[in-house]
């Protein structure tokens, strides 16, 4: 089942479009302030969708959900492929949302099923790391499939089509997961069932103050790194068109060309990264306080980007974008396994789907309210006008660390 899982990952990161979307979007003529409020409507689709999906998941199966979730990304590819106005690129994130919500969650509920069922539930922060790490991967294979066809093709719309093909490959991956990681599956799900299975979920969370606090913990790190990470797009090709070592190659092809070795890097490096992680872990005694040595760097690194990108300095800027991006693979494993400890089995799916709700409503008020801040620092002539993404990061680090031994969960 390792190879299921880790394929699962593999074929997910083939979104050849992810590096472009930012770069797709400015190019039909959007501002950073539409692009905010279309991530805006994807995060509320999937804040509508994502708990009841969990339920779902939960009771009528998992591998089902799964499969749901990605015929819905393949009709929002094609969707994204054939629009041209924000109305239809709304309709097409909220597609992308419905994906999301039935897969977020389910995924790594099925992983500790498994592990359950295997008796290495204590392995779960190295497995879970190790089965992300092949989703970095496959991100790195996406990035390098997405730059030859930008080169080759120069239209973004080929990079959504093309998406399609690895996610129609899920669908059949998961047709061969056993049918017993659906969980305690039923084919006649009640509405009253579900209602009964979110209140049951939510009141445990209402009474374990240590899964409200690492609720709080994915809005603030992946909610503002959700965020923020589009960022790199722009700043990338900007940094092509003086690259001296690009100069050899026409204006149009010098973006592409350096968002893949960007990527590439940075897919290579958070693959490294997400199977270190339980290694954090263990060097630091556990995961809450491998997590905590994390939120200490991650605060350094937001801090040290609001000169770099005021200033306008794009080289050392990307850098640290890319340490950010490590840093979010090794809190990431560390932070679920976290979750898991505190959550009953069977309400798994749900949990984890309140976290990853939880991560995007941040990200559906962090979003708009970035773009209109980056707009207004490039309307008032700053030399760089990113530089609010770095304010906005090292102020929920700080307010994390501050409150973090009032909420200690060790």
Request: glycine residues 8%; positive net charge; hydrophobic residues 50%.
């Amino acid at each position: 089942m390792l190879f299921r899982f880790s394929l699962y990952g593999f074929l997910k990161n083939q979104r050849y479009f992810e590096p472009f979307l930012v770069l797709f979007f400015l190019d039909q003529g959007l501002s950073f302030t539409q692009i905010g409020l279309l991530v805006a409507v994807r995060e509320l689709s999937a804040n509508l969708l994502e708990i009841p999906s969990g339920a779902l998941a939960d009771l009528y199966g998992r591998r089902r959900a799964m499969i749901g979730s990605f015929a819905s990304y393949v009709v929002s590819f094609l969707v994204f492929a054939v629009g041209q106005t924000f109305a239809v690129f709304a309709a097409a994130m909220f597609l992308y949302a419905l994906g999301d919500a039935f897969r977020t969650g389910t995924h790594k509920a099925m992983i500790f099923t498994w592990l359950r069922a295997e008796n290495r539930l204590d392995e779960k922060t190295r497995v879970y790391g190790f089965t992300r790490s092949w989703s970095k991967l496959g991100s790195a294979l996406s990035i390098i499939i997405a730059t030859g066809l930008m080169v080759g093709v120069g239209e973004y719309r080929w990079v959504f089509l093309m998406s399609m093909v690895p996610y129609a490959l899920g669908i059949i991956n998961f047709l061969g997961y056993p049918a017993w990681l659906d969980g305690e599956a039923k084919n006649d799900v009640s509405l009253a069932e579900v209602y009964r299975h979110l209140r049951e979920a939510f009141g445990r969370m209402a009474r374990t103050a240590h899964l409200r606090r690492l609720i709080a913990e994915s809005m603030t790190f992946e909610g503002t790194f959700k965020v923020a990470k589009d960022y790199l797009q722009p700043l990338v090709r900007h940094a092509a068109l003086a690259a001296p070592l690009l100069l050899m190659l026409d204006e149009k092809h010098r973006g592409p060309v350096l968002i893949g070795v960007v990527y590439l890097t940075l897919y290579i490096l958070s693959a490294w990264a997400s199977r270190q992680s339980h290694r954090v872990a263990q060097k630091w005694g556990g995961e809450d306080r491998g997590v905590g040595v994390v939120w200490w760097a991650t605060l350094v690194v937001y801090v040290v980007l609001v000169p770099l990108l005021y200033l306008g300095w794009t080289g050392p800027a990307i850098g640290l974008f890319i340490l950010l991006n490590l840093l979010q693979n090794l809190f990431r494993p560390m932070h679920i396994s976290r979750f898991d400890n505190h959550a009953d089995e069977h309400q798994g799916a749900t949990i984890l789907s309140v976290e990853s709700q939880a991560k995007g409503l941040a990200a559906m008020v962090l979003a708009p309210l970035l773009g209109w801040l980056v707009d207004q620092a490039a309307a008032s002539g700053s030399p760089g006008a990113f530089w609010p993404i770095g304010v906005m990061g090292a102020v929920l680090a700080a307010v994390m660390i501050a409150t973090a031994k009032r909420h200690r969960i060790a």
